[in-house]
């Protein structure tokens, strides 16, 4: 079986070679001087390895203004111009007349349509499982998109269980900002669990969303556990994909990498692709709607 396990970052683009404020060139990043010999930054976009390739997603999508994340994660996650179908950037939920798009379009019910093993790995904590069964729905593309397409949503049982991750991937915040007994696991054993449960899907799918919130100034107090926490898991991930195995990373817009504002960035958002069919994927991914298909593709 082709594994496919997609890693959604939140806020993260390519940015200036800039010791100061882009938090790759200032703490480093393994992941990419190991494996590409260097760091993308604007001038120097796209990178090659035996393997592996990182290059620039427009974010823009020919709309003007900062990318949102509301359209953002539409447009990845169901393939379509989301700021172009309504005429704006929108975010950071998605806008209202996006939503019959999401249940039809979601790259999760498609592939159940196709009748391919699917799921969605994190884990969430008992007050946001109160917060819908309370009606209210103000939730990000992923979230929704699973709950329209009937994908289980993973409690801390399942984390606890080693069949879900946290989305900080250490479970650190579950620990130190909620209270929940559970161990803080290192990121090498968190990529080993992504690697064991994609393996047993057609698509995995992961959202890290904490190097949004510390691009707009929040929890700054982890900002380099948290970039060495990813860089980790993501190294480990990368040097264990299996021979069948595609891992794609990718993000909605720019934020993370200029630390000297506290918003969004019109630069590229960062793509990545490793493995199986990482050169195709590189190829065809040129802006944030076209992940979607070129996934899709895959299975065709």
């Known amino acids: 079986m082709h594994s496919t396990i997609l890693i959604f970052i939140d806020g993260v683009g390519i940015g200036k070679k800039d010791y100061e404020s882009n938090p790759f060139f200032k703490y480093g990043f393994k992941t990419f001087t190991e494996i590409f010999g260097e760091i993308?930054?604007?001038?120097?976009?796209?990178?090659k390895s035996e393997n592996g390739f990182v290059f620039p997603v427009d974010a823009s999508m020919g709309v003007p203004k900062i990318p949102l994340s509301g359209t953002g994660q539409t447009s990845i996650f169901c393939g379509v111009n989301a700021p172009?179908?309504?005429?704006?950037?929108?975010?950071?939920?998605?806008?209202?007349?996006?939503?019959?798009?999401?249940?039809?379009?979601?790259?999760?019910?498609?592939?159940?349509?196709?009748?391919?093993?699917?799921?969605f790995v994190n884990a969430y904590p008992k007050v946001f499982f109160e917060y819908i069964n309370?009606?209210?729905?103000?939730?990000?593309?992923?979230?929704?998109?699973?709950?329209?397409?009937?994908?289980?949503?993973?409690?801390?049982?399942?984390?606890?269980?080693?069949?879900?991750?946290?989305?900080?991937?250490?479970?650190?915040?579950?620990?130190?900002?909620?209270?929940?007994?559970?161990?803080?696991i290192p990121p090498q054993k968190a990529a080993?669990?992504?690697?064991?449960?994609?393996?047993?899907?057609?698509?995995?799918?992961?959202?890290?969303f904490h190097m949004d919130h510390l691009g707009h100034g929040r929890a700054a107090e982890y900002l380099e556990h948290t970039l060495r926490t990813l860089d980790e898991f993501l190294l480990h991930a990368i040097k264990n994909l299996g021979k069948k195995m595609t891992l794609v990373v990718c993000s909605d817009h720019g934020n993370f990498?200029?630390?000297?504002?506290?918003?969004?960035?019109?630069?590229?958002?960062?793509?990545?692709?490793?493995?199986?069919?990482?050169?195709?994927?590189?190829?065809?991914?040129?802006?944030?709607y076209h992940i979607k298909p070129a996934i899709m593709e895959m299975y065709d």
């Open 84 to 119: 172009k179908i309504i005429g704006q950037h929108f975010g950071p939920y998605p806008y209202s007349t996006l939503v019959p798009i999401i249940k039809e379009k979601n790259i999760f019910h498609e592939f159940k349509k196709r009748r391919k093993k699917v799921s």
């Open 257 to 288: 990498e200029d630390l000297s504002i506290k918003m969004h960035t019109l630069n590229p958002a960062l793509g990545m692709a490793f493995g199986y069919n990482a050169k195709t994927l590189a190829k065809k991914i040129k802006k944030l």
């Open 134 to 184: 309370s009606g209210r729905r103000r939730l990000s593309v992923t979230t929704l998109s699973c709950l329209l397409s009937g994908i289980k949503l993973n409690k801390i049982a399942d984390l606890r269980s080693g069949k879900a991750l946290a989305a900080d991937i250490d479970n650190i915040r579950f620990v130190e900002k909620m209270n929940y007994k559970l161990p803080v």
């Open 192 to 208: 080993e669990r992504l690697l064991r449960i994609g393996s047993q899907n057609h698509l995995t799918v992961f959202e890290i």
């Open 40 to 47: 993308p930054h604007l001038e120097k976009q796209k990178l």
